[in-house]
């Protein structure tokens, strides 16, 4: 069964801090990796990554990923009271659908 | 905003009743999938259609059926509702295609309580 593990779950720091999140996967075959920003309801998306090495960036936010040790992280630098969210990594197996395997999140909590 | 939208955004059941969820997909997209997400918990997916089928489906029971319509929008139905089925319940539009990857984009997800 395909499996997908973020950590830490649970991450608080102060404004101006930067932080790393962790995902790691096992599935059986693999088309892409996800992030995405969940604040209240809809994740809106950050990150798609397909290819091993290539940094990903956005503003503050960078994420990379490594397709041998099967993991990425996303990484949030200068961090801001709005980056508050819990952080979805999810994984697209490559199957004849298009579904999106989950962990169960970081939630963030930048204080000012 | 994604262009997907979801309807109702709340909704109140009772135990034993049947829901019908409403999503329209973001233009130019062929794929709707249906996810639930309980609390602290990442979204599961339920099942997915393309052209009006489905295809694929998670590990859920046959009373959570679905449909797609021709201008791509969905319905999620879930029928003898459990208390187990408070969540919130998301819809993510894509375009099925067999490159490297593609995104999907969610709607804000209708919050279910069955009492």
């Known amino acids: 069964e395909d499996k997908v593990v973020q950590s830490p779950l649970s991450l608080v720091v102060h404004e101006g801090d930067t932080v790393t999140l962790n995902c790691s996967y096992e599935v059986t075959n693999f088309r892409s990796l996800l992030w995405y920003k969940q604040e209240k309801k809809a994740p809106t998306f950050l990150f798609m990554l397909?290819?091993?090495?290539i940094e990903k960036k956005s503003g503050r936010l960078s994420s990379i990923l490594d397709k041998k040790e099967l993991f990425s992280i996303l990484n949030i630098t200068a961090t801001q009271t709005g980056d508050s969210a819990v952080y979805l990594c999810a994984v697209d197996n490559g199957g004849s659908n298009y579904k999106l395997t989950f962990g169960k999140g970081t939630l963030l909590t930048v204080n000012p | 905003e994604t262009g997907v939208t979801q309807s109702p955004t709340h909704l109140i059941k009772t135990r034993g009743q049947q829901v019908t969820l409403r999503c329209s997909s973001q233009?130019?997209?062929?794929?709707v999938s249906w996810y639930q997400q309980a609390l602290g918990q990442g979204p599961q997916f339920i099942f997915q259609?393309?052209?009006?089928?489905?295809?694929g489906r998670g590990n859920f029971p046959p009373r959570f059926s679905g449909l797609q319509f021709p201008n791509y929008s969905s319905e999620l139905n879930v029928n003898a509702l459990e208390l187990d089925d408070s969540a919130l319940y998301l819809c993510?539009?894509?375009?099925?295609?067999?490159?490297?990857?593609?995104?999907?984009?969610f709607g804000q997800g209708t919050r279910l309580t069955v009492v």
């Open positions: 993510a539009s894509s375009s099925l295609n067999r490159g490297p990857g593609t995104e999907a984009f």
């Open positions: 397909t290819s091993s090495g």
């Open positions: 259609y393309y052209r009006e089928e489905e295809n």
């Open positions: 233009s130019g997209h062929n794929t």
